[in-house]
């Protein structure tokens, strides 16, 4: 005879997480199709999994049976991992859930009823101006109809059952709610995306067991091997845990290659080695028996900033860590940008560090609290140069508020965080740095020119797929099939008389060639207009276009 569950455990409720976060990885390229515009750039449900798979692989590591600390570490996980606008609304949610959990050991189905109203609630407060048809209308329709339908003494999954049948109905419905929706043809990705997550707390309810589908299966199964060895007790016998930031030093730059670098940490030997290299910055990652070794070899290159060095098998073993002493500042700035020569210009512009990421690459509010505290300032300001990121950078200003001054200024697109950079002075007070860089963003018209992914119609502009697009300020003006003349359809939507500044950003896909035809084109056309190029060497758009 089948069990009848009327609450939920902790072992339970974790069971939910993780199968939730598996059937949200393993279905999120489908989500991420269901972006509205036909760019290359839809990372709604890359953006959902990576930040619910955070808050899932806290709470697998959490010793607590109780549904409130479950709880309360899922929140905290989402908090810090979530990546844009999607990811921090779901992360809002589960923080509501997590407030009315409070003080509870179980869950019947009347609490998770009131759980999911109360995160309903916490996203709608988070987001500054609600769109209906979005994540935020399907969480809100479904819980008002799950908790309008339970009872007392109610089955877990009788209540689940009909919470997820009411998901699915109110996401069939946003079309009706957003027409741009509608005109595409497409449900809403976020409430899509969100839909997953509960069918897969439905699956865990109904013991069903979903296995996680990955690219690099080699890979998986090592993680999965040393997660199993860890909750065993078992510690795998890589040696120390070494990590470390180095800055190359000047005149290095050329003898520095991050390949090189690995192989040669390879053959101390070094195990399970990650490099990442940010302009000057390199942050390394590897298990070796021989660290002294590999930071030898590091320090040829330039001067450590921080070094952690641990041995996973010793017990009770405080962790180490030097920095190296930074003097503070009053205030620094940070910003985010994708592409090799896009950075290098922020640098330029008295930018303190620059943050990888854009399209299809959120960085998570971790990512953004960890550059704040790296720059040592007593105030810092934070251009997320993308519409998808700004409620990211707004949630690590929260987490900070009680330890540094953060100041989000909202740029939508490179141009306006280029434009705002520009004007900050060092010399002058944090009031008028943050005046005039506000007023320098409003002032710049942004146009792209990406290719199309899918036939579509929209705007009432028929998009061919693998045909270029011309964008102007986020609207698709045009499609054709060569990408100069892409470019002149969106200059003719940005430039008018009273503009002075045409900035071109190239990106990583645009020849010699196509980059002269483009700067003898401007400076002809619109020769009263000044022209900067820059070598932006984006992914994603082949040109980005600042107009002021």
Known sequence: MEEVMKIIDGKMFRQMIVTGATVLHNNHPEIDALNVFPVPDGDTGTNMSLTFTSGATEVERLQSERVDEIAKTLSKGLLMGARGNSGVILSQIFRGVSKSLKGKETANANDLADAFMQGSKVAYKAVMKPTEGTILTVIRESAEAAKAYVTEDMEIED???????????????????????????????????????????????????????????????????????????????????????????????????????????????????????????????????????????????????????????????????????????????????AGSGIKATFEELHCDHVVSG?????????????????????????????????????????????????????????????????????????????????????????????????????????????????????TITACVPEKMDALKKSLEGLVDDDSEIITLICGEDVTDEEKEEAQAYIEETYEDAELEMIDGLQPVYSFIIGVE
């Open 159 to 337: 209540y689940f059952s009909y919470f997820v049948k009411a998901a699915n109905e109110s996401l069939d419905r946003t079309p009706e709610l957003l027409p741009v929706l509608k005109e595409v043809g497409v449900v809403d990705s976020g409430g899509a995306g969100l839909l997953l997550v509960l069918t897969g707390f439905m699956s865990a309810l109904a013991g069903e067991e979903i296995e996680r589908v990955d690219i690099n299966e080699e890979e998986v199964k090592n993680q999965q091997a040393l997660e199993r060895a860890e909750k065993a007790g078992i510690k795998a016998n890589f040696g120390y845990r070494t990590e470390f930031m180095l800055d190359i030093a000047e005149g290095k730059e050329s003898a520095f290659n991050a390949e090189n670098f690995q192989n040669e940490l390879e053959r101390i030997p070094g195990e399970r080695i990650t490099i990442v290299q940010d302009g000057n910055i390199v942050r390394a990652k590897l298990y070796t028996k021989k660290p002294g070794n590999a930071l030898n070899i590091a320090q040829r290159f330039g001067e450590f900033l921080t070094v952690d060095i641990e041995n996973p098998n010793a017990k009770d073993v405080e962790k180490k860590e030097i920095v190296e002493e930074v003097p503070e500042k009053d205030i620094a700035v940070i910003s985010v940008a």
């Open 358 to 474: 854009g399209q299809t690459m959120n960085p998570a509010t971790e990512d953004l609290v960890k550059a704040i505290r790296g720059v040592h300032a007593k105030h810092v300001i934070v251009l997320p140069n993308n519409s998808n990121i700004v409620m990211t950078a707004q949630q690590a200003a929260t987490v900070l508020e009680d330890e540094i001054d953060v100041i989000v200024i909202p740029t939508k697109t490179i141009p306006q965080g280029l434009s705002a950079c520009i004007m900050f002075n060092p010399e002058a007070s944090l009031e008028d740095n943050v005046s005039e860089m506000k007023d320098a963003m409003e002032n710049v018209k942004t146009g792209q020119v990406t290719f199309a992914v899918r036939d579509t119609n929209i705007d009432g502009v028929e998009v061919t797929a693998n045909q270029y697009m011309a964008l102007c300020n986020k």
